[in-house]
């Protein structure tokens, strides 16, 4: 099955400096990437998506990359603040049954 | 209006107690989903609906028994709970209609969570 990897577990910038999570998959067929942040005690909430047809897409300050060959993507956030301060999850997808098989998070921290 | 919501919030018993978490979503989605979330943050997929129809069945213990009456609400229901069961658990739900090869994921929304505690 798949297998998700997340790399760091934890990461601390200082605000206004840019983030970058990567994370690595197994599987070739996997079609759909999204991100999921989750605020302390709060439900994991979608913050941007990639299909496979596509090699990058932005929303803001948050974009992701996607490199099929090497079966790793990316979520970059720029200029970030204390309230990006989560733990972001990252997620594939292949469609089959709606499978979404998560990585293990990274908590992010931003100094103020 | 509360997209996906879960009853209880907190749940606190004793081992060997049965117990059930319901959730209900108001998207119109037809594909609901439960995950354990345990203390290091991993969110683990347990069991998923479409319709009706059970679709995902991981490794769950089979003390674990969902339950879903309508493509509206998916219930679990936790028999002889153990301390290893204690978790955050969340429900979840989607637009996508599985099945055959070539079908796409969409965005899954997660309901506030239910943190189980076993003592």
């Known amino acids: 099955g798949e297998n998700v990897e997340q790399h760091p577990s934890t990461l601390s910038v200082q605000e206004g400096d840019s983030a970058v999570i990567k994370c690595t998959y197994s599987d070739s067929a996997s079609n759909y990437f999204p991100w999921y942040k989750q605020e302390l005690g709060k439900r994991p909430q979608l913050i941007i998506d990639i299909r496979s047809n596509v090699g990058e897409k932005k929303d803001q300050r948050i974009a992701v990359t996607l490199n099929k060959t090497a079966k790793h993507f990316s979520l970059h956030i720029t200029e970030t603040q204390p309230e990006d301060s989560a733990v972001y999850f990252c997620?594939?997808?292949?469609?089959?049954?709606?499978?979404?098989?998560f990585g293990k998070g990274i908590t992010l921290s931003v100094r103020p | 209006d509360t997209a996906v919501s879960q009853t209880p919030k907190y749940l606190v018993t004793q081992m060997g107690n049965d117990k059930s978490i319901k959730c209900e979503q108001n998207l119109g989605h037809d594909t609901m989903y439960w995950y354990k979330q345990d203390s290091k943050k991993f969110l683990k997929i347990m069991f998923s609906y479409n319709n009706k129809e059970l679709i995902i069945n991981e490794t769950v213990p089979n003390r674990f028994s969902p339950k879903s009456p309508d493509k509206a609400h998916l219930n679990l229901h936790i028999n002889s709970l153990e301390l290893g069961d204690s978790a955050v658990y969340f429900c979840a739900s989607s637009r996508l209609s599985p099945g055959l090869a070539g079908g796409a994921s969409y965005e899954q929304y997660f309901g506030p969570g239910t943190r189980l505690t076993v003592t």
């Open positions: 997620a594939a997808s292949t469609g089959a049954n709606s499978k979404l098989t």
